[in-house]
């Protein structure tokens, strides 16, 4: 993947290349942050709703241990087969050894960000296991041997008439044919072959059920069904977070979950996957990755609430207009920005300062995570760490001793207004980004201060 040696604002400058590319990115996501406000102020209990899942969610996090271990306890009285994995090395050998002991080399996928954030694909395709995935979106990026740039909508960064391409390349659709209900049917034409010749089926979980045992997978395409229902084999990826206390709790967070994602009142299919069939396996891998570290993290805890519905990123700003693979990790936007630093703080060290700090994130988000708070927090952290880079470094140490000075900040304002005024070219250069495109506003006469001397 290339993105890995650029930063967030390498990335995406290569994206506002493409400057059509960015406004209907742009638009469409906008377009789709209106419908969730539309399904939002249908539902006049909606802040209730959020508060209850934050509530929820809170106590899921001060009792995560107790929570997991009822859920085990009870998938294994069901039946499920349950294993652990402390990071994602441990999560992929799982899945392998599963596969390698019943002999398969083929599994089809739905779509899951834990098995992205493990980059199980690849691992699997390096020890000659081929990996299908069956959600339509995420097959594209799949085909184009790209990772998702959305959690819910893999491919929103590709254009009908490339993805019309793709197909006809890799499924031998009519060259120029990008009509979306064709490339669709023949979509579903070759992932039901896929379905009904695969002995092994993964999919992520959206919620797990410490209560009952139970697990549920939520998919607008019903691809993770026909994967778990066909195959011999099912194996579900959760991360630690996803638990619930009790089935009840379910009807708040499916209520908030697709109402977020895309202004549905629910998901397709939110499917109950409970017990396996008979001489069929379940198996759930209940993955840490990192998470613990960030629950003892009494500032980004919270971010440990997230129920991966989007929203957050369709309404932001700055994901809008830089795109999802701008942020060179598997979850983008801002929920990636605040929870990949706490994997690697050096190599995500960019992502925080990729924000307005706006606030329309924590706004939107279902289970309140004050997801602009954690961006600023984060940003103080990896100063404080030496992560930030050494020019911002350097110019926030010259910016302290100017403030520091009135001397000196008088001085420094009196010299800019004259540089401004007769060599603009000394700032307002190609070595300066932010003139890239900006115009610069004519320079006061006066400062502030000099104005307020004269007419206090
Ligand atoms: S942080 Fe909130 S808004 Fe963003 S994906 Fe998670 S739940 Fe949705």
């Not at 009952?212 to 939520?218: H, I, K, L, S």
């Not at 369709?314 to 706490?342: D, F, Q």
Request: charged residues 25%.
């Amino acid at each position: 993947m290339i993105t890995e040696t650029k930063d967030h604002a390498a990335l995406a400058d290569d994206f506002n290349k493409d400057e059509d590319r960015v406004n209907w990115h742009d638009e469409t996501l906008w377009w789709i942050r209106q419908k969730r406000d539309k399904a939002v102020n249908r539902l006049p209990d909606w802040e209730l709703l959020r508060d209850t899942a934050s509530a929820i969610k809170d106590n899921v996090l001060s009792n995560l241990s107790a929570y997991l271990q009822e859920f085990e306890m009870k998938a294994q009285n069901n039946g499920i087969i349950v294993h652990w994995a402390a990071d994602a090395e441990a999560h992929n050998k799982i899945v392998l050894d599963l596969l390698n002991a019943k002999g398969i080399k083929q599994m089809v996928k739905s779509k899951s960000m834990l098995t992205e954030e493990c980059h199980l694909n690849e691992y699997l395709e390096d020890n000659n296991i081929e990996v299908i995935d069956s959600d339509l979106g995420e097959r594209i990026v799949q085909l184009a041997k790209e990772p998702p740039s959305h959690i819910v909508l893999p491919c929103i960064h590709k254009k009908k008439e490339e993805i019309g391409e793709l197909f006809h390349l890799h499924l031998g659709t009519a060259k120029g044919n990008a009509d979306p209900q064709y490339l669709t049917e023949t979509a579903r034409q070759h992932l039901r072959d896929i379905f009904m010749t695969r002995r092994a089926a993964l999919t992520g979980v959206n919620f797990a059920i410490a209560e009952t045992g139970e697990f549920v997978v939520c998919t607008n395409e019903g691809n993770a069904d026909m994967g778990a229902h066909l195959a011999d084999i099912h194996i579900a990826s959760m991360g630690i977070e996803k638990i619930i206390p009790e089935r009840k709790h379910l009807g708040v967070f499916l209520r908030l979950l697709t109402r977020s994602a895309t202004g549905q009142p629910i998901t397709t299919y939110s499917s109950h996957y409970s017990k396996p069939r008979d001489s069929k396996e379940i198996h759930i891998i209940i993955v840490d990755n990192g998470r613990s570290k960030q629950l003892g993290r009494a500032d980004f805890r919270n971010s440990l609430k997230c129920i991966r519905c989007g929203a957050c990123m369709n309404t932001c700003p700055v994901y809008r207009r830089s795109g999802g693979h701008s942020y060179h990790n598997a979850i983008s936007g801002p929920i990636g920005a605040i929870l990949a630093p706490n994997l690697d703080m050096e190599k995500f060290a960019d992502l925080p300062f990729a924000s307005t700090l706006c606030g329309s994130c924590s706004n939107v988000c279902p289970v309140k995570i004050d997801i602009h708070q954690q961006l600023y927090k984060w940003r103080q952290v990896i100063v404080q760490n030496g992560h930030a880079p050494a020019a911002k470094k350097a110019a926030m140490k010259l910016m302290s001793i100017t403030l520091s000075s009135p001397f000196l900040y008088h001085t420094g304002g009196k010299a800019g207004r004259l540089i401004l005024r007769f060599a603009p070219f000394a700032v307002n250069n190609r070595f300066n980004p932010w003139f890239k495109q900006r115009d610069m506003p004519a320079p006061p006469d006066q400062s502030f201060g000099e104005w307020y001397a004269k007419n206090r």
